[in-house]
């Protein structure tokens, strides 16, 4: 049985439908001026707390369920303070999760393809570029949900307390990672968050934890907005990305931090589910902190990257973090256009060799249009801009690395100055070719 307020909704429904869609007309008017994603305000009724439905928050209890109908009926789904354990749940156009200061939403674990794991993991059609080959209808693959999922929905929002990711008073969603089975593949594991084809996505004051695979990933999204979010896990755990913006366009991330074992905020682009690009355009991540690994474009960029802006952000630190700093890389399997690139005011740590993720010594700045394939198609990179960067230190300084074939177009590199360098005589310090029009100005080690 419903709690009683939420027989209010029906009587209310048209009012707050009436309402989002003219204040979103009104947002949308604006952001066209100012080039921004913004989120349409939430009006929705009732506004219910998952223990409603019967949740309990005491780390033990399987709430799955209960968060399924929270969130099957609740336009505000609320998550008070404790420890709640839960399978997959959706959310759906016009629904805001808020997760309140010292809550947990933790993964429940069950043992892989039980009857138990697929109840709580429902098996769905893998967003890309899981579960399927391009334009090959025939080979889709199916994929663990994603812990919180929306799909095709707009205007949806996932809200915290915005207290740092240590601190006993945060918002946090934990995958408990480190439990993946050692057989398992990123087809056959979960990420924390994941929209597909959402428009009107806003996610702050959240710390996301220690995801199997992918902690935050949006495929084909329009309008997102990243703001105050720490995304952290071990740094030993392989395939484990941060902030993820896949074939999505007017992104922002900003004043974030983020901690994994792979990429810590990485743009890509891949083709849907029947072979047409999918382009990623229009992002701005700025005032972010990655102390493990780097920032990267790539390596899937399939359906073409462009207008791409990261400044102002803090890469590594003193002791070793991070064994890259910033990279372009690109699949050669099929063709790609990667253009107009700006990345400045960068400050990076100490940039060097670790045992848990690159125990060889790497670019800090390192661009190439391979990926460790064989050339059945040739990616475009053009109109690239790299300026006012300042490392501390770093085993490689860079390598910029174009093919015969297609030769980086129009890089511009300036005011960059590396205080020290270990191999920096070495073959492997700027490594350039094949380059057209490349200029190389006021680079300092």
Request: aromatic share 10%.
């Amino acid at each position: 049985m419903l709690p009683r307020r939420m027989k209010l909704f029906t009587a209310w429904q048209f009012w707050w439908q009436y309402l989002a869609v003219h204040t979103c007309a009104y947002q949308l008017a604006d952001l066209e001026m100012r080039k921004l994603p913004l989120v349409a305000a939430h009006f929705m009724i009732p506004s219910c707390m998952v223990t409603d439905f019967g949740a309990i928050g005491d780390n033990y209890t399987d709430n799955t369920d209960s968060f399924r109908a929270a969130a099957k009926n609740c336009g505000v789904m609320v998550i008070p303070r404790g420890t709640f354990v839960s399978g997959a749940f959706n959310l759906s156009s016009h629904q805001r999760l808020e997760i309140l200061a010292g809550a947990t939403v933790v993964a429940v674990q069950y043992e892989y393809a039980s009857s138990a794991y697929l109840h709580a993991y429902p098996l769905s059609p893998g967003v890309p570029p899981f579960g399927h080959h391009p334009g090959n209808i025939d080979s889709f693959r199916t994929r663990p949900n994603a812990l919180i999922c929306a799909r095709h929905a707009t205007n949806i929002t996932i809200v915290g307390a915005g207290n740092g990711p240590y601190s006993a008073i945060a918002s946090v969603i934990d995958g408990l990672g480190w439990l993946r089975p050692q057989n398992s593949t990123l087809f056959t594991l979960y990420s924390l968050v994941e929209f597909y084809n959402c428009t009107d996505v806003q996610v702050s004051g959240v710390t996301i934890a220690n995801s199997p695979t992918w902690s935050f990933h949006p495929f084909d999204c329009d309008r997102v907005h990243i703001g105050n979010v720490s995304v952290i896990g071990p740094r030993y755990l392989g395939g484990v990305s941060g902030i993820h913006p896949d074939s999505s366009r007017n992104v922002l991330v900003e004043d974030s931090f983020v901690d994994v074992g792979d990429d810590g905020i990485v743009i890509a682009s891949y083709q849907d589910f029947f072979g047409i690009p999918r382009p990623s355009a229009n992002i701005t991540v700025r005032r972010c902190t990655v102390l493990s690994r780097n920032i990267a474009i790539g390596a899937g960029t399939a359906g073409g990257i462009s207008n791409i802006t990261f400044e102002d952000c803090e890469i590594g630190n003193d002791i070793g973090s991070s064994p890259w700093a910033f990279k372009i890389k690109s699949q050669t399997n099929a063709p790609a256009l990667l253009e107009n690139i700006t990345v400045r005011r960068l400050r990076l740590g100490r940039i060097q060799p670790n045992d848990w993720q690159q125990p060889k010594p790497e670019p800090a700045i390192d661009i190439r249009l391979t990926y460790g394939e064989n050339i059945t198609a040739t990616p475009i990179l053009r109109n690239v801009v790299i300026e006012d960067v300042y490392c501390d230190y770093a085993a490689v300084a860079g390598s910029i690395l174009g093919l015969a074939s297609s030769p980086i177009q129009y890089l511009k590199m300036s005011n960059i100055t590396f205080a020290n360098v270990y191999e920096l005589h070495s073959r492997f310090n700027w490594m350039s070719s094949p380059s057209s029009m490349a200029a190389l100005a006021v680079c300092q080690l």
